[in-house]
C-alpha cells in the first residue's frame, strides 16, 4: 500500500533521496485496490510502499525498480 487511509485524509510517504517525509493528503474516490490522491502530492514525486510501521519522518530507504 501506498496510502494510509482514514476517511477522507491519508497519509503518505514522500520519497526525497534516501529518507521520507511523512505527508498528509487529501483522498477522493476509492476501490477495493485504488485511491485517488486529491491533493497534498505532486504528480512527479514518489512515494513509498510498503510496511507503514516500519516508517515515520526522516527514516532511511532504499529505492528498487
Not at 14 to 22: A, D, K, M, P
Not at 24 to 50: C, H, I, M
Amino acid at each position: 500500500a501506498a496510502v494510509q487511509v482514514s476517511g477522507p485524509i491519508g497519509v503518505v510517504y514522500v520519497v526525497h533521496g534516501t529518507t521520507v517525509e511523512r505527508r498528509a493528503v487529501k483522498l477522493g474516490a476509492s476501490s477495493s485496490d485504488q485511491v485517488t490522491v486529491l491533493s497534498g502530492l505532486n504528480p512527479a514525486e514518489r512515494v513509498a510502499v510498503g510496511d507503514f510501521a516500519r516508517l515515520k519522518d526522516g527514516v532511511r530507504v532504499r529505492i528498487e525498480n
